[in-house]
């Protein structure tokens, strides 16, 4: 019997021991307490993400591997795995412009709960915390604000015409260290 939407758990092939669970909520009433236990660095630590601002899952695969592979090398930009993920999410290099951009700020409606290697305590811990409707993963897409997408990574429509915004800012996201 189900107790509602599950979270979504991410599997990264060149990382196999590594995860990453994600949780999907929406009319978000409490952020302020969200962003408290963000500015208070209290454990467990996650990714709160602005659901507005992610296209899709795939993109957020890609910054989650992206922030494996740089904490594996031992070549984050950021303190900690979790901030890595929303500046690898990212198409800027400014870290400060990436958190403003991703993360959750007093205006967050929808919210993206990730975490890196979740144990089941974490996710009731998350659930706990944020107020709102727990829905599927699968409708970030439907939460998704295109337009700020768009500006954000200087997405034009013509682009759009040959392909879909996750693959637009996939591409941004994976070509980002290299131009």
Same mark, same amino acid.
């Given at each position: 019997?189900?107790?509602? !939407?599950?979270?979504?758990?991410?599997?990264?092939?060149t990382? !196999?021991?590594?995860?990453? /669970? $994600?949780?999907?909520f929406?009319?978000?009433?409490?952020?302020?307490?969200?962003?408290?236990?963000?500015?208070?660095?209290?454990?467990?630590? &996650?990714?709160?993400?602005?659901?507005?601002?992610?296209?899709?899952? &795939? !993109?957020?695969?890609?910054? =989650?591997?992206?922030?494996?592979?740089?904490?594996?090398?031992?070549?984050?930009?950021?303190k =900690?795995?979790? /901030?890595?993920?929303?500046?690898?999410?990212? =198409?800027?290099?400014?870290?400060?412009?990436?958190?403003?951009?991703?993360?959750?700020?007093? +205006? +967050?409606?929808? $919210?993206?709960?990730?975490?890196?290697?979740?144990?089941?305590?974490?996710?009731?811990?998350? #659930? #706990?915390?944020? #107020?709102?409707?727990?829905?599927?993963?699968?409708?970030?897409?439907? $939460?998704?604000?295109?337009?700020?997408?768009s500006?954000?990574?200087?997405?034009?429509?013509?682009?759009?015409?040959?392909?879909?915004?996750?693959?637009?800012?996939?591409?941004?996201?994976?070509?980002?260290?290299?131009?």
């Amino acid at each position: 019997m189900s107790t509602g !939407p599950q979270p979504a758990v991410l599997k990264f092939e060149t990382h !196999p021991s590594r995860t990453l /669970t $994600l949780l999907l909520f929406k009319d978000v009433t409490n952020v302020e307490d969200v962003r408290r236990h963000i500015t208070e660095a209290k454990d467990p630590v &996650f990714s709160f993400l602005n659901a507005e601002t992610v296209a899709d899952v &795939f !993109p957020l695969h890609l910054a =989650g591997h992206k922030s494996l592979t740089a904490q594996a090398s031992g070549s984050m930009v950021t303190k =900690g795995l979790h /901030t890595e993920l929303a500046y690898s999410l990212s =198409g800027t290099k400014h870290i400060g412009e990436s958190l403003k951009r991703f993360g959750a700020t007093e +205006t +967050t409606k929808h $919210l993206l709960v990730a975490r890196f290697d979740a144990a089941p305590e974490d996710v009731a811990f998350a #659930q #706990q915390l944020v #107020q709102g409707e727990q829905v599927d993963v699968e409708q970030l897409k439907t $939460l998704a604000n295109h337009e700020l997408i768009s500006k954000n990574y200087k997405v034009p429509p013509e682009e759009l015409k040959a392909g879909s915004m996750a693959d637009a800012v996939a591409c941004r996201i994976a070509s980002r260290d290299v131009v």
